[in-house]
């Protein structure tokens, strides 16, 4: 069982949207955990990190747009996107940070159209 993201769509520029990452197997317990995304022809890369003791860390891309969240009683990490812009279009996924390379998950589809 891998982490199971959702919350993904099409949203216009400008929109808001939150993504929900459920780590039912508790491996992100007391860990460092991140968003990531990945754009077509692009690499992956990191957007958000949520470390252990509370604070956060956002790409310059995303500063003050983004918020990363997390739910320990529903082990469920959280990222509010707002002012969506269409260089935010990619797959999101959730990880821990540094990511687990066997933890991988499919990922939520986010499009953003002018």
């Known amino acids: 069982v891998r982490p199971a993201e959702s919350g993904g769509g099409s949203v216009q520029a400008g929109g808001s949207l939150t993504l929900s990452c459920v780590d039912s197997?508790?491996?992100?317990?007391?860990?460092?955990v991140a968003w990531y995304r990945q754009a077509p022809g692009k690499e992956r890369e990191l957007v958000a990190t949520?470390?252990?003791?509370?604070?956060?860390k956002y790409a310059e891309s995303v500063e003050g747009r983004f918020t990363i969240s997390r739910d320990d009683a529903k082990n469920t990490l959280y990222l509010q996107m707002h002012n969506l812009q269409p260089e935010d279009t990619a797959v999101y996924y959730c990880?821990?940070?540094?990511?687990?390379?066997?933890?991988w998950g499919q990922g939520t589809q986010v499009t953003v159209s002018t």
């Open positions: 949520l470390f252990r003791l509370g604070s956060t």
């Open positions: 990880n821990g940070r540094p990511p687990i390379v066997s933890y």
């Open positions: 197997r508790f491996i992100f317990k007391g860990t460092n």
